[in-house]
């Protein structure tokens, strides 16, 4: 939405990979105090024998591909075992997990008899997300649009994990309140004609009585960003490739998908918000000339040192797509 608004972003090109508990996305990496184990009970890690809540396991961190280059190795999976961990870390780890939210995980495991003091946990390397990458915002949390501000997860050029997404919620709510006691209130918003143009879009979806689910819409964007700009090589031909297939499936989802309910069409709109997302992905990606962290170009198999403080900036302006590099800072 921020795109569309004409806010920009940034760093969309490259792809960011967290891990933790196998198939529970985001569960708390960080928060488990325990080794990261292969399946003899060996430490995959050469930097603690003994984790605390002081000085946890960082190899999942200074190694962050180390659960998938396991398990491609044939030497995997890779546990953490808890086994060793004291009373009270293990008190202070289950504490951290639910202020984190991950209480479905943990009634999960409660449901399951799981005892992280007898039962390792595998780990897993996530697909590619967009934490970290998206909304440029200045030192207030505004983006370029003034009255426009962000903070947290969609935020491109700063700390987007809980530290970064408290500090500048907090700084972003504050910069917020204030200019919004200097602005006066906008009256008939809501006959806006962007307003009623996108109302008549989401009453079509509605109204249509046959036609594609967002889920099928859903998991073609899925392949097509796999399979074009996943975490393999990239290269100009697989990207324009995936650019276009997935043009085409956002003319199709426009002009066929349905919805028979609020819930379903909460889901299209979030289907449709994830295609401008990945149509933004490869413009940047293809933008980019080099290979930097999990951006990597077959076509471009160096990395360019005149880019070390660059970033790649992306907006649009009268549904014109711009891009410019900037310093970082």
């Not at 605390?52 to 030497?75: A, C, M, P, Y």
């Not at 008899?113 to 390397?125: A, N, T, Y």
Request: with cysteine; hydrophobic share 35%.
């Amino acid at each position: 939405m921020a795109y569309r608004a004409g806010a920009k972003l940034v760093n969309m090109e490259f792809p960011n990979r967290h891990a933790g508990p196998k198939y529970f996305a985001r569960c708390g990496k960080a928060t488990w105090i325990g080794l990261y184990k292969d399946p003899y009970g060996r430490t995959v890690g050469p930097f603690v024998t003994k984790a605390t809540r002081e000085l946890g396991d960082i190899t999942g961190d200074v190694w962050s591909s180390v659960f998938t280059d396991k398990f491609k190795s044939g030497e995997g999976p890779v546990y953490i075992d808890c086994s060793s961990t004291s009373d009270g870390d293990l008190e202070y780890m289950m504490w951290g997990l639910v202020q984190e939210g991950n209480t479905g995980m943990l009634n999960y495991m409660a449901e399951e008899g799981i005892d992280v003091r007898k039962h390792k946990v595998e780990f897993m390397q996530y697909e590619p997300f967009l934490v970290g990458r998206g909304i440029e915002i200045d030192i207030d949390g505004e983006t370029r649009l003034s009255g426009l501000y962000a903070a947290g997860d969609p935020v491109g050029n700063f700390r987007a994990d809980c530290a970064g997404a408290a500090t500048f919620g907090w700084i972003a709510g504050g910069s917020a309140a204030t200019k919004a006691k200097n602005v006066d209130r906008f009256q008939g918003v809501e006959r806006n004609d962007l307003v009623e143009e996108r109302a008549e879009f989401y009453s079509g979806l509605l109204d249509r009585i046959s036609g594609p689910s967002w889920k099928e819409a859903n998991l073609a964007l899925q392949q097509i960003m796999n399979d074009y700009a996943g975490v393999h090589v990239r290269s100009d031909t697989l990207l324009r490739a995936g650019l276009k297939y997935l043009r085409d499936l956002k003319k199709k989802v426009f002009t066929t998908m349905t919805a028979d309910n609020s819930h379903t069409l909460m889901r299209g709109l979030e289907t449709i918000d994830l295609m401008q997302c990945g149509e933004v992905i490869f413009l940047a990606a293809l933008e980019r000339k080099e290979t930097r962290g999990l951006h990597k170009r077959s076509d471009f198999p160096f990395t360019n040192p005149l880019l070390q403080n660059e970033f790649l900036t992306i907006w649009q302006e009268k549904e014109k797509v711009q891009m410019e590099w900037r310093e970082k800072r």
